[in-house]
């Protein structure tokens, strides 16, 4: 088992920043690609970011390209979501995730518990 969990949330004026972090344990992290994953209340679970093994190869999501960015320190066991000029619509819980491949989809192995973002308009 790869456990996870997310840190960094809270609330935030419209045009901040937020620095989310995700923690692994249990199982060799520079294995797994890890992904972004955010729920609005009411809305299905929408991609974000995700990341390769090595860093190497990232996807970002049309919607919040240009403001996020997604990074992994393997020596560290973490994966990083930098959120920039925030707007009221990034409002959602955000769930980092764990998986064989970098994917848009959610079918990902493991999932953290999700840390709540509000952005206040």
């Known amino acids: 088992q790869l456990q996870l969990v997310e840190s960094g949330g809270g609330l935030v004026e419209d045009g901040g920043s937020l620095r989310l972090s995700c923690a692994a344990s249990?199982?060799?992290?520079?294995?797994?690609?890890m992904g972004w994953f955010r729920q609005a209340p009411g809305k299905e679970r929408e991609f974000v970011a995700a990341i390769s093994w090595s860093g190497g190869t990232t996807n970002v999501a049309d919607s919040v390209k240009g403001r996020f960015t997604i990074s992994r320190g393997n020596a560290k066991n973490t994966v990083y979501l930098q959120m920039n000029s925030l707007k009221p619509e990034d409002t959602a819980v955000y769930y980092c995730?764990?998986?064989?491949?970098?994917?848009?989809?959610?079918?990902?192995?493991?999932w953290g518990q999700g840390t709540q973002v509000t952005v206040s308009s």
């Open positions: 249990g199982r060799t992290f520079g294995n797994y690609a």
């Open positions: 995730a764990a998986g064989f491949h970098v994917l848009t989809t959610p079918e990902y192995n493991y």
